[in-house]
């Protein structure tokens, strides 16, 4: 006759922990497996147009913040704080879309360190525009000095452009990611002006006001950018400016 074996209790015990062991480790690699998977990579500015909008709002202020420190006024600790509080806030917006946090882009007209040029005698035409002597285009407009890409041309007249006139042609628009009333600033404009912004992929427009400096031609708020945007996008790329007083 067979002797048939039988266990103790104790190592039946032992066997049973060790089968949950063994179960419970795979269970945790799967798991992690399963979470790996879940974890999408974050996009760039040149994965989505959507994180290239928010990029490039970044790199305007950016740049406002670096104008400030190499040229300070009174007012410079109190306008980079509040650009850097602003940066803050779109990084949230970068999270929560889905992008790199932090990533920069500059794709707005950055302003214009040049310094002016003496204007010739006898031409009254271009009195106070040093920076542009001979485009009269720019009168009065010091931002763009020696700004030999705009000699000549009209639509890139700035501060010195009439009333209706097309201005800052093939610039991008963005947003600041400043709250309030519909607003904007601008590196060419100064406080006052009133500036139109037509959205050519959505034809909306809107009317606002500078009420600050920034790093390009036309940051719009972001209730201002709200009138105009087309969802889930930051960026405008086919814009048209106006002065319109």
């Known amino acids: 006759m067979s002797r048939r074996r039988t ?8 066997l049973l922990v060790g089968a949950a062991a063994v179960a ?13 998977a879940q974890s999408p990579k974050a996009l760039s500015a040149g994965d989505s147009t959507v994180c290239l909008g928010l ?20 007012q410079s600790a109190a ?11 779109i990084q949230v917006q970068q999270k929560a879309s889905g992008c790199t946090v932090g990533e920069s882009a500059q794709g707005s007209q950055p302003a ?3 310094p002016a040029q003496t204007a010739p005698a006898g031409n009254a035409g271009n009195a106070g525009a040093a920076g542009n002597t001979g485009n009269a285009g720019n009168t009065g407009n010091a ?14 007249a700035g501060g010195g ?8 042609n093939g610039s991008t628009v ?8 519909p607003a904007a600033s601008s590196n060419q404009f100064p406080s006052g002006t009133k500036l139109k912004v037509t959205n050519l992929d959505n034809n909306k427009s809107t009317t606002v006001t500078v009420t600050s400096v920034s790093g390009s031609c036309v940051l719009l708020n972001n209730a201002a950018f709200e009138q105009v945007r087309e969802p889930g996008k930051f960026l405008i790329r086919r814009a048209v400016i106006q002065k319109v007083g």
């Open 112 to 114: 214009q360190t040049a």
């Open 143 to 156: 931002g763009n000095a020696g700004n030999a890409g705009n000699a000549g041309n009209a639509g890139n």
């Open 55 to 74: 990029a490039t709002a970044i790199g305007n202020n950016q740049a406002f913040i670096a104008g400030q420190r190499a040229n300070p006024d009174a």
């Open 161 to 168: 452009a009439a009333a209706g006139q097309q201005v800052c």
């Open 174 to 181: 963005t947003l600041s990611g400043e709250g309030g009333a």
């Open 79 to 89: 306008r980079i704080a509040n650009r850097e509080a602003v940066i803050a806030q």
């Open 7 to 14: 266990l103790g209790p104790k190592k039946s015990i032992a």
């Open 24 to 36: 419970g480790g795979g269970a945790f690699v799967m798991a992690n497996t399963s979470n790996a």
